[in-house]
């Protein structure tokens, strides 16, 4: 499967360091699965798929890859290769999500599925500050109900995400959870779930070289391919490897601390 | 009882799969993970002195008949690499896998530096990456271009390790023949062979750019089989040294093959993508029943047997 290139159709500013791209393409894909975004000449790096039809990515300005997708302007051609990976599976009858920061990006696409499929959905989007929190009315269109942290108060409660979730999972009776953000915010989050005895899904990021074929080795995490056998993962899994929520791999192979 | 038993160089490997260098082999976790899936043994990923990025993405593409690659040598450095290594060789030990270090360099010196450093590790075999062809830019011309220059490195890692050596021959050169010769005769214990092929390039027609970063890469996978069968069958008409055939073995078929052409054993990388981790076992088991219908015992019973009919 070699790259396709596909147009950008339109390009919205979300904040400061988050767009969202449309493009002219429509996908088959499920909730949590991911596509390699390469822009020629530039590089390749992953991105959750936000929406399938038509395909939608968020990308947030986080190195020299995502400044230089940020400075592209609608009709300019990016390449994908894709979906990729396992991605959430929706059962459940009253779920939660909680999305921190940029990690709403493949929680909308489930929120939409969850939306067909009937369910009683709750969202906790978390940020550091009022100015990165997306999506908002996004779910709140949906018919998703929405709850806001941020950690300096300048937006909805003053605090964690995993706090409020908490507090959302006992009243709410949530039995089912998951989860895109910090690797740290979801541990925990994925901490308070073991204890409340409510399974938890949580998707993660690593490095990936060899583009999601799963034979580099690079987005390991103590043996397990992120690329293929998540990035979408249940907690009781994680909780086997002990370097879930403290160690990736950088571009050598190095050990780093998250 | 057909038994797909393999010793090679003193050392029992279970069955003739092992995992082929820069696939998997990142982590000690994940190289024991490839031994519980079935390989006979395990090459970890080609290490250097220091760390190395390697190329920008993309590194890696499927096409239609194999992949391309110019990941560029990626990894840890020598010192990561000797932890990682001991923790391998421990629980590869416990499976009676066999553990093949993998290494490259940019000069002679250091070539011997890495095999003096390596061998602390205890890795079952050293095995000497002389020949990949993506890395000219910065390392120089591959070692395994000419016999002489390949030699020069084979004795020169000879000397600094008592730990048997595999020497992994370039299929891009005019004649590998001579090359064997001189790395059989240089002290190598064993060859393997092949490294990928090419380089090739994949051009995007929509936006008129090379696809891998690197712009070119060596090709791997079903579509270079017949040439790894090619330069095996050559390597195996001059040497007396084991060959370890690698290229495009995805099916137990192409794993008698390759040892009918005279290989020991036979290297699995890119079947890795086509048929998942548990490719080993499943190799291993269609190699059983081609024995089975075939009525072969063991493996030597038509190994090289391409040199008499």
Request: glycine share 10%.
């Amino acid at each position: 499967m070699l790259p396709k290139l596909v147009k950008i159709k339109k390009i919205i500013k979300e904040n400061q360091k988050v767009k969202t791209f449309i493009f002219e393409e429509r996908i088959k894909a499920i909730p949590g699965q991911y596509l390699m975004i390469w822009l020629p000449g530039v590089g390749e790096k992953p991105f959750s798929i936000t929406n399938p039809d038509p395909l939608t990515i968020i990308i947030a300005r986080v190195g020299p890859f995502s400044t230089a997708l940020h400075k592209l302007a609608p009709g300019k051609k990016l390449g994908y290769r894709g979906p990729i990976g396992r991605g959430f599976k929706i059962t459940g009858e009253k779920i939660l999500l909680v999305g921190g920061g940029y990690g709403v990006a493949p929680l909308y696409f489930l929120a939409q599925e969850a939306v067909k499929k009937k369910k009683k959905i709750f969202i906790v989007l978390g940020a550091k500050k009022k100015g990165e929190l997306l999506y908002e009315k996004k779910f709140k269109k949906l018919g998703v109900k929405v709850f806001i942290t941020t950690n300096d108060g300048s937006c909805g409660r003053k605090g964690l995400a995993t706090d409020i979730g908490e507090e959302i999972i006992k009243k709410e009776k949530i039995d089912r959870v998951y989860s895109c953000g910090p690797e740290k915010m979801m541990d925990v989050l994925g901490k308070i779930c073991q204890r409340l005895k409510v399974p938890c899904f949580l998707s993660l990021e690593r490095f990936m070289k060899c583009g999601g074929l799963g034979i580099c080795g690079q987005c390991e995490i103590n043996g397990v391919l992120v690329c293929q056998q998540g990035p979408v993962f249940n907690y009781r899994f994680l909780l086997k490897l002990p370097d879930f929520g403290h160690i990736r791999r950088d571009q050598a192979g190095l050990k780093v601390k998250l | 009882m057909i038994d797909t038993s393999v010793i090679l160089c003193g050392i029992k490997l279970k069955n003739p799969t092992i995992l082929a260098s820069g696939i998997l082999g990142i982590s000690s976790e994940l190289l024991v993970n490839v031994a519980k899936a079935g390989a006979g043994a395990v090459t970890s990923k080609s290490c250097g002195l220091l760390p190395r990025a390697g190329h920008p993405n993309p590194t890696v593409l499927a096409w239609e008949h194999g992949l391309i690659n110019a990941v560029g040598l990626s990894n840890p450095g020598v010192e990561e690499e000797i932890k990682e290594l001991k923790k391998a060789r421990v629980e590869l030990g416990k499976l009676r896998v066999p553990l093949i270090a993998s290494f490259f360099a940019d000069k002679v010196d250091n070539f011997a530096l890495l095999a003096e450093k390596l061998s602390e590790a205890k890795p079952d075999f050293l095995e000497v990456n002389i020949s990949c062809p993506n890395t000219e830019s910065d390392l120089g011309r591959m070692f395994a271009a000419e016999a002489k220059t390949a030699a020069t490195v084979t004795r020169a890692v000879k000397k600094q390790t008592k730990i048997p050596l595999m020497v992994k021959l370039s299929p891009n050169v005019t004649d590998i023949k001579e090359i064997a010769k001189a790395v059989e005769a240089a002290g190598a214990d064993a060859i393997s062979a092949i490294n990928t092929v090419g380089p090739g390039m994949f051009i995007d027609i929509e936006s008129g750019r090379p696809i891998l970063a690197n712009k070119v890469g060596g090709l791997s996978g079903p579509a270079i089989r017949p040439i790894a069968i090619a330069k095996v069958f050559e390597i195996c008409s001059v040497v007396k040294i084991p060959v370890i055939g690698i290229g495009g073995v995805t099916y137990g078929k192409d794993a008698v093959e390759m040892m009918m052409a005279g290989a020991s054993a036979v290297g699995v990388g890119s079947a890795v993508y086509y048929r998942g981790i548990k490719v080993f076992t499943k190799i291993n088991q269609e190699i059983k029943e081609f024995m089975r219908d075939h009525r072969f015992q063991k493996l030597s019973e038509f190994r090289g047997i391409v040199y008499k009919n």
